[in-house]
Structures are given as C-alpha cells and as structure tokens.
C-alpha cells in the first residue's frame, strides 16, 4: 500500500456523491466540513465526506484548503 492510499472500507454510492455536490454549489462562500455536514440533508461519516471532496478536488470542482471549501466548476451549458 502506497502513502497516499487511504485503508477505505465502503466507499459511497453515487447518491451521496450528487448529495455533497448539490450542497456544495449551493453555498456561495467558503464553508468548512463542519459546516458542509450541517448544511447537508442527510448525515454523512467524515471519512465518507473526506473521500468525496478528494475526488471532487481531484475532478476540478472544488478547492479544498485551509480556510474552507469552495465550489468553483462552472458547467457551459448549450
């Protein structure tokens, strides 16, 4: 196992992904992970959170850094 492979147990379903995604570009201003766990519908492990905002992050959809998170995809639609 490489460093920078984390020992994951159950990954989340979709679902949860589109879940913390919707939240995310909900909010305008940089929000922390406790603040993202309080503003989302249903409750979420942290690992569970930590997972999806690294592949978010990873994706090019969020910055994650030491103040907060921010949503910053903008999708162009046609």
């Known amino acids: 196992m ?3 492979e984390l020992n994951i147990i159950h ?7 589109l879940m913390v995604e919707d939240t ?11 603040e993202l766990k309080e503003k ?5 492990m942290h ?6 905002l690294k592949y978010l992050e990873d994706g090019g959809k969020i910055i994650d850094g030491r103040k907060g998170i921010l949503w ?3 999708q162009v639609q046609n």
């Open 2 to 4: 490489q460093k920078n």
């Open 11 to 17: 990954y989340p379903s979709l679902k949860t992904v």
């Open 24 to 34: 995310l570009k909900e909010v305008t201003t940089l929000v922390t992970r406790e």
């Open 40 to 44: 989302l519908p249903k409750k979420i």
């Open 47 to 52: 690992q569970t959170l930590n997972l999806i």
């Open 72 to 74: 910053i995809y903008n």
